[in-house]
């Protein structure tokens, strides 16, 4: 080919190229605005909590011995909820991932009803579940509605489907191939599983842990419902806000909500950061 012809092709790919780029900038335009539209609405409310309150009135929250009671009790809860969480989700997880069986579907979707039921719903449920023979005699046994049993049990209701979900995801996403490698080498179900499939599925674990301590930090109407708000017994950093915002103390409310997000950012921080290497297939 001549030098001449490939003159020609190159310029010819060079205004094809610049065509496209131009062509192309209205859909990034269009792209970029709807998109940072919602993340400035959120910095925006963050700001606004920020900016409505003080250093003193923070400090001032921490000195509060409600208010440490609350995030000791919150710090408490979650991290158990978050444990149980992780527990129940890992088998779930693994059996809705890698086997196939009658009702599968229907299972799966159980599994996001206190996902998408109202939380207020999730916490008349339980209610309604403890006046049942059942609920009546693990009653006569352990109380549990209205105290910090009830507390755990509520976030724990609605924090472990999002475990489930991300740990049913996680599982679905890693290749099989080595596990089928491993048990034609002479490991059987359960070393395959502990040293073959939980190694990689490490980022999704951390993951659903840390989804589950994130929603339930920040679980309210479950609790509300179910273990009630009271002082110094059942009351949380979500269900301070509703008691200081009852009474009128709007600064203090404001106070507890930013050490939720504070909390709630650094958790997820870490997971963005740890939590989300893609997994060896």
Not at 41 to 56: E, G, N, Q, R, S
Not at 152 to 174: D, E, K, N, P
């Amino acid at each position: 080919m001549s030098n001449t012809k490939l003159i020609a092709i190159k310029k010819e790919n060079k205004h094809i190229k610049k065509h496209t780029v131009k062509s192309n900038l209205p859909f990034y335009l269009v792209m970029g605005i709807v998109a940072s539209t919602y993340i400035i609405l959120i910095l925006a409310m963050v700001l606004a909590d920020v900016f409505y309150t003080t250093p003193k009135h923070i400090f001032k929250a921490l000195a509060s011995t409600e208010i440490q009671y609350a995030i000791k009790l919150s710090l408490i809860s979650s991290t158990i909820t978050m444990l149980l969480s992780v527990v129940v989700a890992i088998p779930i997880g693994y059996f809705m991932a890698r086997f196939n069986f009658r009702f599968k579907k229907i299972i799966d979707a159980i599994i996001d009803i206190p996902i998408i039921l109202p939380p207020l719903v999730v916490g008349l449920s339980l209610l309604l579940l403890f006046q049942t023979v059942l609920g009546q005699f693990i009653e006569s046994h352990l109380r549990v509605t209205y105290t910090v049993y009830g507390v755990v049990l509520a976030q724990f209701m609605v924090a472990c489907a999002f475990a489930v979900r991300t740990m049913y995801v996680t599982f679905s996403q890693i290749n099989n191939r080595q596990e089928q490698v491993a048990l034609t080498l002479g490991c059987n179900e359960k070393q395959s599983f502990f040293y073959i499939l939980l190694p990689q599925a490490k980022s999704g674990i951390l993951t659903a842990a840390s989804l589950a301590w994130a929603r339930a930090l920040g679980e309210f109407g479950p609790i509300l419902i179910f273990a009630g708000a009271t002082r110094m017994r059942t009351e949380v950093l979500p269900t301070t806000v509703f008691l200081e915002m009852s009474v009128g103390n709007i600064e203090a409310a404001v106070a507890v909500s930013l050490i939720m997000i504070a909390s709630g950012f650094l958790v997820l921080l870490v997971v963005r950061l740890y939590g989300t290497k893609k997994n060896t297939i």
